[in-house]
Structure formats: C-alpha cells, structure tokens
C-alpha cells in the first residue's frame, strides 16, 4: 500500500472517531498526520513504508539502545579485523541475551 492511501485510509478512521479528538491535521510533505485529543494530547503519526523486517529492527533499536550500540561495536570489530568472525557473532549473541540486563545496567550512560 503506498503513503497516500495508508494516511486516506488513517484520516478516514480517525474521522470517524471525531468525538475522541479536538483536532486532526495532515503534513502532505512530511507523511504525517498531527492529532490532538479533547484532553489536550497530542501526537504526530508519521507514516513510512517499512521494507523486510526494518519495522523489527526500529521497535529493537527503541527497547534496546545499549545493546544495539554494543552490537554496531562488534561488527565495526569484526569488519576491522580487530577481533575474528566467530569471536564477535559469540559475542553479539551474548549481548542479545543480556539485552535487558544491559539496558537496566547501562541505560543513560551511554548515547
């Protein structure tokens, strides 16, 4: 489905629940929709086609942020030759494992 008709698409169920929202705004430039609830919130939808499993990688990097640090770390590593294949993948698979353990431990310390 292209852009235009997934944000067609999102304006026609938001319109639909027009009691929920104060106001529903479209960016054509931008590919977003900016929403703003009766209650004041608001949000900024911004729709982008994902290709493969790009959309699994992004929700990784948002949980993950430590962890895909030390990650992108290890390939540099291994594409430098400063450490051999086998060594970073084991590495990279125990950093996968302790994601969360990393990311309490380390979160805000790094970036």
């Known amino acids: 489905m292209k852009n235009g008709k997934m944000i067609d698409l999102l ?14 705004t479209l960016n054509d430039s931008q590919d977003a929709i ?8 608001g949000y900024v ?3 982008e086609h994902l290709e493969n499993r790009e959309e699994l990688i992004r929700q990784w990097a ?3 942020p430590v962890s895909l640090s030390m990650e992108f770390m290890m390939i540099y590593l291994i594409e430098s030759e400063i450490i051999d294949r086998e060594t970073g993948r084991g590495c990279m698979k125990e950093i996968a494992i302790r994601a969360s353990e990393l990311e309490e431990k380390y ?3 790094w970036g």
């Open 34 to 41: 900016m929403v703003r609830f009766i209650d004041g919130d």
């Open 107 to 109: 979160s805000g310390q």
């Open 11 to 24: 304006l026609e169920i938001l319109n639909e629940k027009d009691g929920l929202f104060s106001d529903v």
């Open 62 to 64: 948002r949980e993950n």
């Open 45 to 47: 939808l911004t729709i």
